[in-house]
């Protein structure tokens, strides 16, 4: 049962990312979900389903979006692995830690995304990075850090007992 609810809310994350959130933005920034999921999968447990959820949601977002194809699948499965082994090696995890941590990957990720878009216009590389990274990123933290701080003695608990 868990299993079945656990694949049905990573196969309905990424449409919702592409409709819902269109409308839910904040000054137009809306936060990155599959990034924040698979961040917190990663984290709570493990490299593998860490690695696992990225390849299954990076690939549903480069078949549902526009960019390059491959990139999502990529950077989000490399996310995953390095969120479960950062939640392996991590002693004394808070909500500040992971609010730090998924504020610098989102940027990293931004990134990313500037240099394949291979713009050459720095003007215009300096004003996505002000208007659009840098609030997505302080976006997705909050979010993500917000999720960790609920959900950290329920579900490592529950989870690492399960394993």
Not at 23 to 43: A, N, T
Not at 71 to 82: D, E, R, V, Y
Not at 90 to 102: C, D, E, N, P, R
Request: aromatic letters at 10%; proline letters at 2%; glycine letters at 12%.
């Amino acid at each position: 049962m868990r299993a079945a609810l656990y694949g049905a809310f990573l196969l309905a994350l990424v449409p919702m990312q592409a409709t819902i959130l269109h409308y839910l933005g904040l000054g137009g920034v809306r936060p990155d979900l599959v990034l924040v999921s698979v961040c917190l999968i990663g984290f709570f447990r493990g490299e593998l389903e860490g690695f696992l959820a990225g390849l299954l949601l990076g690939f549903a977002q480069d078949l549902l979006s526009a960019g390059d194809l491959w990139f999502n699948l990529t950077a989000k499965s490399g996310i995953g692995l390095l969120a479960g082994l950062a939640g392996r090696q991590v002693a004394h995890v808070t909500a500040a830690v992971m609010l730090a941590g998924l504020f610098i990957i989102s940027c990293c990720s931004g990134v990313l995304f500037l240099f394949l878009a291979r713009t050459g216009d720095l003007a215009a590389v300096a004003l996505a990075v002000r208007s659009v990274l840098v609030p997505q990123a302080v976006f997705d933290a909050l979010l993500g850090a917000g999720v960790y701080w609920v959900l950290e003695e329920r579900v490592r608990d529950r989870w690492v007992l399960a394993e």
